[in-house]
């Protein structure tokens, strides 16, 4: 078992930064695959970014692509998301998610390939 813990979400001007941090405990965190999902009303869950268990591969939704990165330090068993230029349509309830991965290398961004999920933290991006 993988437990999660998203923090670091909240209110924030459009253009802001925040940054989510997702910390994990139970089984060793440097063997999974993580990734970030992200929940708007009325829309379906979807990938936002993605980093392999090595942390040498790295996915990003075109949406996001040039504004957020995804790290990990599996030292302090965190995966992080920096948020940069923000914009309202990036509000949603955003989720960590786990993955024992085939190879260290290889990262997910199928929603149903996750093992393991937090409970999310709430992000809204005023204008």
């Known amino acids: 078992q993988v437990q999660l813990v998203e923090s670091g979400g909240g209110l924030v001007q459009a253009g802001g930064s925040l940054r989510l941090s997702c910390a994990a405990s139970?089984?060793?965190?440097?063997?999974?695959?993580m990734g970030w999902f992200r929940q708007a009303p009325g829309k379906e869950r979807e990938i936002v970014a993605a980093?392999?268990?090595?942390?040498?591969?790295?996915y990003y939704a075109d949406s996001v692509k040039g504004r957020f990165t995804i790290s990990r330090d599996n030292a302090k068993r965190t995966v992080y998301l920096q948020m940069n230029s923000l914009k309202p349509e990036d509000t949603a309830v955003y989720h960590c998610?786990?993955?024992?991965?085939?190879?260290?290398?290889?990262?997910?961004?199928?929603?149903?390939?996750?093992?393991?999920w937090g409970q999310g933290t709430q992000v809204t991006v005023s204008s």
């Open positions: 980093i392999s268990a090595s942390g040498g591969s790295t």
């Open positions: 139970g089984r060793t965190f440097s063997d999974y695959a």
């Open positions: 998610a786990a993955k024992r991965p085939n190879y260290s290398g290889t990262y997910y961004i199928r929603r149903g390939e996750y093992d393991y």
